[in-house]
């Protein structure tokens, strides 16, 4: 099973940027499909961001981020990243990576294995 740890959340104001990485320990990482979650104040549910297939050809997004953020990923680093570009205060949630093996998966129940997440805080 493949290890997950986020790094790079934090508190920015409106308008501003962070990115976050996911680096990937103990599988080959290039065997798992990636894909950011985040979970918001108060929501029981995580939602999906953004998933990255294994090469890094396909990405797909949530329509709440299409166009301010970009996942990618660096196989040689075991490391995927989330750019996140002019924060909104909705997008404050701590914020998830995962990862699995199969093709093609985009919903959180989909995704295998689980960083312990990282907080991002947009101030109005």
């Known amino acids: 099973q493949v290890q997950l740890v986020e790094s790079g959340g934090g508190l920015v104001q409106a308008g501003g940027s962070l990115r976050l990485s996911c680096a990937a320990s103990?599988?080959?990482?290039?065997?798992?499909?990636m894909g950011w979650f985040r979970q918001a104040p108060g929501k029981e549910q995580r939602e999906t961001v953004a998933?990255?297939?294994?090469?890094?050809?396909?990405?797909t997004y949530a329509a709440s981020v299409k166009g301010r953020f970009t996942i990618s990923r660096d196989n040689f680093k075991s490391t995927v990243y989330l750019q996140m570009k002019s924060l909104k205060p909705e997008d404050t949630a701590v914020y998830y990576c995962a990862a699995d093996q199969r093709a093609g998966v985009m919903g959180p129940a989909d995704f295998g294995s689980w960083g312990q997440g990282t907080q991002v805080t947009v101030s109005s």
């Open positions: 103990g599988r080959t990482f290039s065997s798992y499909t």
């Open positions: 998933t990255i297939s294994k090469g890094g050809g396909s990405r």
